[in-house]
């Protein structure tokens, strides 16, 4: 049964949403990170994936005291992404909460590092940020494209024992027109060991279903439950009474949604 897991993107201390991650294309949809980390745990929500977008511009990360605050209110399962470049930003955020993290930049830069971390904290707290913009990784916060292949970039740390992957079609980010389908069941194809978790175009609750039909393990929720297309409690409950049965084939006869 798929996982949903919201977003709360943070940026000058605000909970916002870009659109295909430009800086200058933002939404203020709460002036408190923490309260909507609050709501989320309350509405049934068990995981929440935080991003530093001060941190992914500025190389460093910025929002700390944010993480912490959630981590300290909540009992959710934390993962956090945006800006971790150095030992001390990785270490900083697991002692602020973070259960896991997202790494994305220096997986592309410092494969080295990236391996370091991979092999002290394990596969089970790093996970592979892979943004994609054209069949190519972009890095910083999506502010610069590299030559580096989507898929062999995914050989590569797959080889290396990544369970984990995040993976976002910038270009279908906060566009509310559908995620990238395609590029999912591509990726399921090639590597059909790893935990997918796809971002990234989200509109409505039956793009979950055809996710969830399609055998992606986990989804990104964003700007659709911030804009109210999506009813976040309501889902969850859904969800909960289909524990036998695929999420997409609904609770009456089993028959397929989508």
């Not at 796809?198 to 996710?211: P, Q, W």
Request: glycine content about 10%.
């Amino acid at each position: 049964m798929i996982e949903l897991i919201p977003a709360i993107d943070i940026m000058d201390g605000k909970c916002v949403r870009l659109t295909k991650g430009d800086y200058n294309k933002q939404t203020v949809y709460s002036n408190s990170p923490v309260e909507m980390a609050k709501a989320f745990e309350a509405a049934g929500i068990r995981r929440l994936h935080v991003v530093d977008l001060d941190g992914a511009k500025s190389k460093h990360v910025v929002n700390l005291d944010t993480l912490k605050g959630i981590t300290a209110s909540t009992n959710l399962t934390v993962d956090f992404g945006g800006g971790i470049k150095t030992d001390e930003d990785i270490e900083n955020v697991f002692a602020c909460g973070a259960s896991m993290v997202t790494i994305g930049s220096v997986a592309v830069t410092q494969k080295g590092l990236f391996g370091k971390w991979l092999d002290k904290f394990g596969a089970e707290r790093i996970i592979l940020g892979a943004d994609v913009r054209n069949g190519n990784i972009s890095i910083n916060g999506w502010n610069e494209d590299t030559s580096e292949n989507l898929v062999s970039f995914l050989e590569h740390y797959v080889s290396l024992g990544i369970k984990n992957v995040l993976c976002t079609d910038i270009s279908k980010d906060g566009m509310m027109q559908g995620p990238s389908f395609s590029l999912y069941k591509e990726i399921l194809s090639a590597f059909p060991g790893i935990n997918l978790i796809a971002s990234g175009g989200v509109s409505c609750v039956e793009d979950i279903k055809r996710l969830d039909l399609d055998g992606v393990p986990s989804v990104i929720l964003g700007k659709a439950i911030y804009e109210g297309s999506i009813d976040i409690k309501s889902l969850v409950s859904e969800i909960a009474g289909c524990k036998n049965v695929k999420f997409h084939q609904g609770r009456a006869n089993n028959q397929p949604i989508v």
